[in-house]
Every structure is written in C-alpha cells, then in structure tokens.
C-alpha cells in the first residue's frame, strides 16, 4: 500500500526556512506528478508546488522566488524547501502524487482530494 509521509514542519520567525520532506513507499507505479498543497486555518486548501515525471515545476504566485520544489533521483522522496517565510505561509502542508504524466501544471489545477495519494500533513507556522 502506497504511503506518503510529511515531516519537516515547525514554528519560525518570519523570514526563516524550512524544509519539508515526503517520503513516498511502496510506490510502483510508474511516473507520477506530485504536488504540495497547504490549507491555512479558515480557508480552503490551496495548491502551492507541483513537479512532473519530466522534472517540470509550477508554483502558485504566492511563493514563486521562495519556494522550491525538488524530488530525490529515485523519485521516492519530495521536498518544498521553504524560504523568506512569512506569517501567510502558516498552514498545514500535505503532498501528493498523481499517478500518469500529467504535467506539473495540470497536477497544481486539480484538488488535493483529485490526486491519487495523500499524506496526513506537517504543519508549519510563521511568527512576525
């Protein structure tokens, strides 16, 4: 059974880093498209980073420039290395993976519940 397991979250000061990691197991399913989603507290959630089986990447405006999407060369593991965070990242984050070649930016398009897999989360929260 397919398992997508967040870590990495924590309380920061604004303008700190953090780096989340997903750890993907038993996953044999050929190319996928994951993604990281977060939902802050009162509002609905929001796709944030997507990559593709070809390595391409989108990122929702809010973050581009500070955020970074990457997976490890065994495509088992995803990151969202954080930066110059701010007081309106504080969410929870989930990843998740969408099975086929769908372009990074289709897989941003579709919801959170739209994607094949889900982790439980890891939360993050940023102090001014």
């Known amino acids: 059974q397919v398992t997508l397991t967040e870590s990495g979250g924590g309380s920061v000061q604004a303008g700190e880093s953090l780096r989340l990691s997903c750890s993907i197991s038993?996953?044999?399913?050929?190319?996928?498209?994951g993604a990281w989603f977060r939902q802050a507290p009162g509002k609905e959630v929001e796709g944030v980073a997507a990559?593709?089986?070809?390595?391409?990447?989108t990122y929702v405006d809010s973050v581009k420039g500070r955020f970074t999407i990457s997976q490890d060369n065994a495509k088992s593991t995803l990151y969202l290395e954080m930066n110059s965070l701010n007081p309106e990242d504080t969410a929870m984050y989930y990843c998740?993976?969408?099975?086929?070649?769908?372009?990074?930016?289709?897989?941003?398009?579709?919801?959170?519940?739209?994607?094949?897999?889900r982790g439980q989360g890891t939360h993050v929260t940023v102090s001014s």
């Open positions: 038993e996953y044999n399913y050929g190319p996928y498209c």
């Open positions: 990559i593709d089986s070809n390595g391409n990447t």
């Open positions: 998740a993976v969408a099975l086929g070649r769908l372009s990074a930016s289709y897989g941003l398009l579709i919801g959170l519940n739209e994607h094949h897999y």
